[in-house]
């Protein structure tokens, strides 16, 4: 056999969560057309591991209201 063909593909950190961000609204337009629930919450400069603790308690927070709606429950 001859020698191979190799394809690479760099693409910068920015453009990564660039496009994360649009798979993720993609996901939740297809949930709402679908009649599900869905709220996506963006934080600026934050991955999706949330190393700042003021976005971790409002993911917190968000998510209760979220599942208590969701759940019907007080």
């Known amino acids: 056999t001859g020698p191979g063909i190799a394809y690479l593909l760099d693409v910068s950190e920015q453009k ?27 934080y600026p ?12 308690t409002d993911m917190l927070r968000r998510s209760d209201v979220f599942l208590r709606q969701a759940l019907k429950i007080q």
Do not use: N, P, T, W
Request: glycine residues 8%.
């Open 16 to 42: 990564q969560i660039e496009l994360q961000l649009a798979q993720s609204r993609k996901m939740q337009d297809r949930l709402k057309d679908a009649g599900g629930r869905s709220e996506l919450v963006v």
């Open 45 to 56: 400069g934050l991955d999706h591991y949330l190393e700042d603790a003021a976005a971790r």
